[in-house]
Structures are given as C-alpha cells and as structure tokens.
C-alpha cells in the first residue's frame, strides 16, 4: 500500500534552516509529480512545492521562492524540502503528497510540525 513518511520538522529560530525529508513506498511514483503542501493554525492548507520524479521539473509558490529548494533522489524514492531564511510565518504543518498523471494529489504523508521562533 502507498505511503508517505515526512521527516525533518522542528522547531528553529527565524533565519535558520531546516531540510525535511519525504519517503514515497508501497507503490509506484514514478509517473507522479510530488509536493509540499503546508496548513498554518486557522488557515487552509497552501502550495508550496512541487517537483517530478522524470527531470526533476520544479515549481514554488511565490512565498517561498529564492528560500525553499526541493529535490528528489529516485534511488531512495525519497524528495527534500530544504528551507533556508526561515520566517515565523513558515510556521506550520507541513505535508508530503504525490499527484497522479490525472492531476489529483492522491497520497497525503501525516504531517511534520514546523516551528520558527522570532
């Protein structure tokens, strides 16, 4: 069965840095794009990144643009968020999910909490 595994939350000072990890199982994703998602308390969950398994292509949302990088490595079946220059208004919940070639983000991970302290 499909699983999603994040990793890599916690709490840091604003400025600072933090890589989370997301490991993909249970099935295959390779025909699947990939992302972060992210849900502050009191508000709706939000894009943040996106990337495919085949060229790596990527894509941002404007807030993180120039801070955050996501990659992937396909032997691992694993994807990275690398967050630099981190704000307060970063803090979240932050998901890992997989997008079918339909479009639809199919597969959610269970989260891991972003804390940025100012």
């Known amino acids: 069965q499909e699983q999603l595994v994040e990793s890599g939350g916690g709490l840091v000072q604003a400025g600072g840095s933090l890589r989370l990890s997301c490991a993909a199982s249970g099935g295959t994703f390779s025909s699947y794009g990939m992302g972060w998602f992210r849900q502050a308390p009191g508000k709706e969950r939000e894009f943040v990144a996106r990337i495919r398994w085949s060229f790596g292509i990527t894509a941002y949302a404007e807030a993180v643009k120039g801070r955050f990088t996501v990659s992937r490595d396909n032997a691992k079946n694993t994807i990275y968020l690398q967050m630099n220059s981190l704000k307060s208004e970063d803090t979240a919940v932050y998901y890992c999910?997989?997008?079918?070639?339909?479009?639809?983000?199919?597969?959610w991970g269970q989260g891991t909490q972003v804390t940025v302290s100012s």
């Open positions: 999910a997989a997008q079918n070639p339909s479009g639809v983000w199919r597969y």
